[in-house]
């Protein structure tokens, strides 16, 4: 039986929102539940601007993975070198995300990037996102009056690149169908990602960073019912396996 002390230590960015009048602290639980189920323990992690820093020094020696979710807020067009006003921002979200991922990158911290947290992970990488992404061809975003299950339908195929990690991690699969809830989308991955899978209007809607044991971005939500799909199960299992051997190696 699985001690306690061997379950991986998963970290996650939490998201800051004004509720009712009141600042707080949200966080869909299908995230955490995807996590817990295949057997990890989280912890959240909340933030201030001007704090990034001391929050990933602290935090990370005790992680052994971290979970980047998606959040209906924009990461500041500043952040990639982009003029324009961000109504709906999260800016301490966007300083500790933009933080830990070099940080959890060079110390090869397995690493899983929903939604907004790919698009984190691209912009941490040196890439740049289109605000607004064109729907002509593939409608990226659902309708939020929709109930829940229409929302997060599969919504659009996506291409997974041939030999890639994630088509390799998916048992050689060639395409998905995936759901789709985002406005925004990578414009440039940069030099650094490897991109995993596109949308037929060529958006990249999957990422990795080659040489890293897991660190890969997904545009859609895998945690959405991952129980019934196989590959959101196989992904949620990956990263855990990753971050178990993580947590080997560090005590070794
Ligand atoms: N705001 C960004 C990112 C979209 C995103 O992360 N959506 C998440 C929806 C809520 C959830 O299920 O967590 C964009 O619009 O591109």
């Not at 995807?34 to 990933?56: C, F, K, N, W, Y």
């Not at 500043?78 to 959890?104: C, H, K």
């Not at 729907?135 to 299950?149: F, R």
Request: negative net charge.
């Amino acid at each position: 039986m699985e001690r306690i002390m061997d379950k991986p230590l998963i970290g996650v960015v939490m998201c800051h929102t004004v509720k009712d009048g009141h600042p707080t602290w949200v966080l869909h639980q299908k995230y955490l539940d995807a996590i817990m189920d295949v057997g990890g323990v989280v912890t959240a992690l909340p933030h201030r601007p001007g704090l990034g820093e001391t929050i990933s020094h602290r935090t990370l020696p005790l992680l052994d993975g971290l979970l980047l979710p998606g959040s209906p807020s924009n990461i500041e067009p500043w952040r990639y070198n982009v003029s324009g006003e961000e109504s709906e921002s999260d800016p301490g979200r966007d300083e500790l995300a933009l933080t830990l991922i070099p940080q959890a990158l060079k110390l090869r911290l397995p690493l899983l990037a929903i939604c907004r947290g790919m698009q984190e992970l691209v912009v941490a990488a040196g890439g740049t996102l289109n605000r607004q992404l064109p729907s002509e061809q593939v409608l990226h975003y659902a309708d939020t009056d929709a109930p829940l299950a229409e929302q997060y339908a599969p919504a659009h195929p996506v291409q997974l690149m041939a030999d890639g990690q994630l088509a390799r991690l998916l048992g050689g699969a060639r395409s998905l169908q995936v759901n789709s809830l985002h406005k925004q989308g990578i414009k440039d991955a940069g030099p650094r990602l490897q991109a995993e899978a596109t949308a037929a209007d060529g958006v990249i809607e999957a990422v990795s960073i080659p040489d890293h044991p897991f660190a890969i971005g997904v545009q859609w939500h895998p945690e959405w019912r991952y129980q019934d799909s196989d590959a959101s199960s196989r992904l949620f299992e990956a990263f855990i396996n990753a971050c178990h051997h993580y947590r080997k190696e560090k005590r070794l």
